[in-house]
């Protein structure tokens, strides 16, 4: 009976009569391999003990049922460990990052949702806005200018009483320093041009305004120079007739006993005259008079 030639994935391989439903041995493109497996070539006996011997051969440890191979290596433990390790570390390291971007993030996207938050009840106000309170009214230029104005003058008028002041900041009663001087003008002037009501005249009012201003600043440059100055121009023997006179009017001032009182008065003119004479003092009269007053009313007493 002549052979039936089959192709297929294998390759060329022959039927045979005697072995039906199967493929003859040595037919298989191979050789021996084929011839091996489709048991061509060897008698029953032989078959069979090429089966036990397969069967009793090691199996590959990750290969189920395949037989290992001449020169397949089995992998070691000690090679996938370091695998592992840095499996680990970059797992770790992920989520080290996804916690520091959790907290860095965390309160600007609390920040961004309390501004819309803000922005919608904003939007959702119902009604006007209030309106802001009106700024107090301030006083006109010209009463501002005469509270200025009285209040400077008090403050003029009580060192030119103070005869303890006058010893103490000589400068600031003598016209002939500079700063003394200015300020007597601009006070003359502003008070040239003080009137009890407001004036009808616009420009006396402003020129009212602008004297008070000049003659404000002008008493704190005299003041600060009479500071600066105090005692540096007089000699070792005017300063401590100006020291004794000082010590008997604080005497005179607050002693108890009338006879003390008297006699420390008499002591404190005759030293304020020797300083008079002498161009050392210029002691304004009301300072004179308040000094006799002072003197006549411990007498009478």
Known sequence: MPSTTILGYQGEMTRRPHHPGGFGPGTRRGGARGADRWGGGFSPGERTARRVRR???????YHTGTPLRPGMAVPSPWIA?????????AL?????????????????????VIAITAQRAGRRRVGPPQA???PRAAAPPWERARERFDALRVEYTAFECDAMAVLRLPALADVSVPSTGRFVEAFAEAQALDTDTRPADRAHAEAFVAAV??????????QDAAERIRHSTLSSAERSSVERAIKLLTTARDSDN????????????SELAKLERAGVLHLPKQAVAALENDGRGHLSA
């Not at 460990?81 to 570390?89: Q, Y």
């Not at 770790?92 to 961004?112: E, K, M, Q, R």
């Open 55 to 61: 069967a009793a051969a090691p199996r590959g440890r």
């Open 81 to 89: 460990l370091p695998l592992i390790v840095l499996m680990v570390g």
């Open 92 to 112: 770790g390291s992920a989520a080290a990052f996804t916690a520091f971007a959790a907290v860095s993030i965390s309160p600007l996207f609390l920040l961004a």
């Open 132 to 134: 802001a309170a009106a």
């Open 213 to 222: 201003d000049r003659a404000v600043r002008a008493w704190e440059a005299a």
């Open 258 to 269: 009338d006879a003390e009182r008297h006699a420390a008065y008499a002591m404190a003119r």
